[in-house]
């Protein structure tokens, strides 16, 4: 098969997190993409690829990428730019193809900026004999001098660059997502809403298909039903806490989020339920589970049940106004202590009974970096671990780790019933970690 070259153009955040973003939407668009170029410390990498629909379908919904371009040529300056897309075997066939198209030329710089001329750096590719019009509004072509730099110092730029690319727009990313899904625009939010760009990034890494069911058992105020969500799929999700779940009324609520995007269409419902003791139908399959399960920094891990079980004997038989008192609507049941390490274990277990064969779950678990342990990473023998994606905060940092349900056929590694943590991590984070 006959393929072209593109450049991917990333942006420098949670460098950690782009590859698996990339491989993940490769893998949803069918593209068998070769990393082995792939250069983490680069925000550029080049790739063949088939043409221009399937590189767009690619890159349009990454979050993590900026653009990408058909690939014309490098160079360590202008003069070895020109020389490298003249000497390209697609120079003459892509000057021809797009001569009498309407055109702009846009730069765009990493970590730098220039005191060169941009007119007089575009008149340098007149030797592309563009005939069509020039149009800065809705141009039919996008050129675009991308410029690399390598700062002087740690606080200063250089104006010259060490490499650069050209190219023509083939696709814009979903960065812009960020800026409408920011926690600051939405309605209904909490102190413990997960950011939105590693949202976005979760759900990408996960997955998440239009028409497909994702389902969030630790919900808390939406934000992974809300990127679930602007991905197309229908959403499920469950929180203990039924004040998360009710919110500040039907104004304030996850509800309300998703009117506020214009996205009720994709949002099924959000459950008060402990998910040890989960109500959903056995035989409902799940696509995708996403989520971020209570770390238990805030307050203890809760589930439904009782420390001192001899407390609450009896407690089931009272009643108020003639009917027991458990089935009033503002019942407050007792709820007991739990480790992150039991937690996780359902949630494992869960996922391999619950989501269908090659469906995946996506969660985040939280580390010490101070320990000089081994972090170990739940294992189950269904789930095939694709991803263990680290975000380093101070002394600690999280964890985005992404499974494939293979089937009890899989017989993969299993450490379920391992303790996994060596300390408390809340007793830990209170202290600064100084324990």
């Excluded at 006959?2 to 490769?26: G, P």
């Excluded at 380093?392 to 056929?409: A, I």
Aim: aromatic letters at 14%.
């Amino acid at each position: 098969m006959v393929s072209k070259k593109y450049l991917v153009y990333m942006a420098h955040s949670n460098v950690n997190f782009r590859r698996a973003e990339l491989e993940s939407l490769a893998d949803l668009c069918g593209l068998d993409i070769d990393f082995s170029t792939y250069d983490e410390e680069s925000p550029f990498f080049v790739v063949d690829l088939p043409d221009d629909a399937q590189a767009s379908r690619w890159i349009r919904r990454s979050v993590l990428c900026k653009a990408l371009y058909e690939y014309w040529g490098e160079g360590k300056n202008l003069q070895e730019l020109h020389e490298s897309i003249k000497s390209q075997p697609f120079h003459e066939h892509y000057k021809q193809l797009y001569r009498q198209d309407s055109f702009k030329f846009q730069f765009e710089t990493y970590r730098g900026s220039t005191r060169a001329n941009r007119v007089e750096q575009i008149e340098t590719f007149a030797y592309l004999g563009l005939q069509g019009k020039i149009d800065m509004k809705r141009p039919d072509q996008i050129y675009t001098i991308v410029e690399e730099y390598r700062p002087l110092a740690e606080n200063v730029g250089s104006t010259i660059p060490e490499r650069m690319f050209f190219g023509r727009l083939v696709q814009r990313s979903d960065r812009h997502a960020m800026e409408v899904y920011d926690l600051k625009k939405r309605p209904y939010k909490g102190t413990t809403s997960f950011e939105a760009e590693l949202s976005l990034v979760s759900a990408n890494i996960a997955q998440v298909k239009p028409g497909s069911l994702m389902y969030d058992p630790f919900a808390g105020t939406g934000s992974f039903l809300s990127a679930g969500g602007h991905y197309g799929a229908l959403v499920l999700g469950s929180d203990i806490d039924g004040k998360m779940i009710r919110g500040r009324g039907a104004a304030y609520d996850i509800s309300s989020n998703f009117k506020y995007y214009g996205e009720s269409v994709q949002f099924i419902d959000v459950l008060t339920m402990d998910f040890t003791h989960n109500s959903i139908r056995s035989n409902l399959k799940f696509d995708t589970i996403l989520c971020d399960p209570p770390y238990g920094i805030r307050e203890g891990i809760k589930v439904l049940g009782a420390d001192n079980l001899e407390k609450y004997v009896g407690k089931e038989d009272v009643e108020l106004y003639g009917k027991k008192s458990f089935l009033h609507r503002d019942y407050i049941p007792a709820k007991k202590s739990y480790s992150l390490d039991n937690l996780l274990d359902n949630l494992l277990q869960y996922a391999s009974e619950r989501l269908t064969i090659g469906g995946r779950l996506a969660f985040w678990m939280p580390t010490a970096n101070d320990e000089n342990v081994e972090t170990m990473i739940p294992l189950h023998f269904c789930l095939e671990l694709k991803y263990n994606c680290v975000q380093e905060f101070n002394k600690w940092s999280r964890r985005l780790l992404v499974y494939e349900n293979r089937g009890p056929d899989f017989n993969g590694q299993d450490n379920t019933g391992t303790k996994r943590a060596v300390s408390n991590f809340r007793e830990r984070y209170f202290t600064n970690f100084n324990r």
